[in-house]
């Protein structure tokens, strides 16, 4: 498939949302500009729909009992389904309610992002990357015989990275404390895990990556051997003290 005359590539769009910054990065085929407004007006209706900071959203609703989940749109049962099962997976390490209230923010960002590769795919992307705050889904390749390559930030020294994810059709993604501060919570012990700056996992579908990356900052210093014994993700882990792990998958910086 080739793109339309009149397009030119590569596609790049960014657009400031859920209080972060997202990009959408579209190599050949190109798509039509109609599908990247079709994404940002997704992320914007994902945000509007699940933010726990906005009071008239759905879940903030839902978590004041104002709305019943029946009530709610067919995509917030979808999360909740998946946050409940994402929770009995992760032996509850991964919670819609670590905190003693309704937020599914660890899963909802991944999700979204995974649901905008698929908008784009449907339109006719091969090659494609979106990217929510350093949460990463990608699509085929970044070139023609060229893997996409994604850099791991160092949490205790911006702008440097740890290392680098090479792969093709992967999904990235990060849980941590630089942009958001000591923000999760570890569910079984109500504290905030102070071992850990942060955890990188890389696997095929970014709703679970990003999720499972959530619940592996949850338990601490148990983290590295729990990615260690995920055979479908590779993952690195910064303590606090600058100490890193990282499987032999990735490619220290």
């Not at 979204?112 to 339109?123: H, K, N, P, T």
């Not at 990608?138 to 020294?157: N, T």
């Not at 290392?163 to 569910?187: F, Y």
């Amino acid at each position: 498939m080739s793109a339309p005359t009149d397009i030119r590539l590569p596609q790049r769009v960014v657009e400031r949302c859920m209080g972060t910054v997202f990009s959408v990065d579209v190599r050949a085929p190109g798509v039509d500009r109609r599908a990247l407004t079709e994404v940002l007006r997704w992320l914007h209706w994902v945000d509007e729909t699940f933010s726990t900071y906005l009071p008239g959203s759905q879940v903030s609703r839902l978590a004041r009992g104002e709305l019943s989940p029946g009530e709610c749109a067919p995509e917030v049962r979808e999360v909740l389904d998946r946050c409940a099962e994402l929770e009995r997976i992760t032996d509850g390490y991964f919670s819609a309610f670590a905190d003693g209230r309704l937020d599914p923010s660890g899963l909802v960002k991944g999700w979204a992002i995974e649901r905008a590769s698929g908008m784009l795919a449907e339109r006719g992307s091969l090659n494609h990357c979106v990217n929510g705050g350093g949460d990463v889904q990608c699509a085929g390749e970044s070139q023609p015989g060229r893997p996409w390559r994604i850099g791991l930030a160092d949490p205790l020294r911006p702008g440097m990275l740890v290392g680098v994810a090479v792969g093709t059709d992967m999904a990235v993604a990060t849980s941590g404390t630089a942009e958001r501060g000591a923000h999760i919570v570890d569910p079984h012990s109500g504290a905030r895990p102070a071992e850990l700056a942060s955890v990188c996992l890389v696997g095929r579908n970014l709703a679970t990556v990003d999720a499972f990356a959530t619940a592996a900052f949850a338990m601490g210093a148990a983290a590295p051997d729990w990615i260690a014994g995920r055979s479908a993700m590779s993952g690195g882990v910064v303590f606090a003290d600058g100490s890193i792990w990282m499987s032999a998958e990735l490619t220290p910086a």
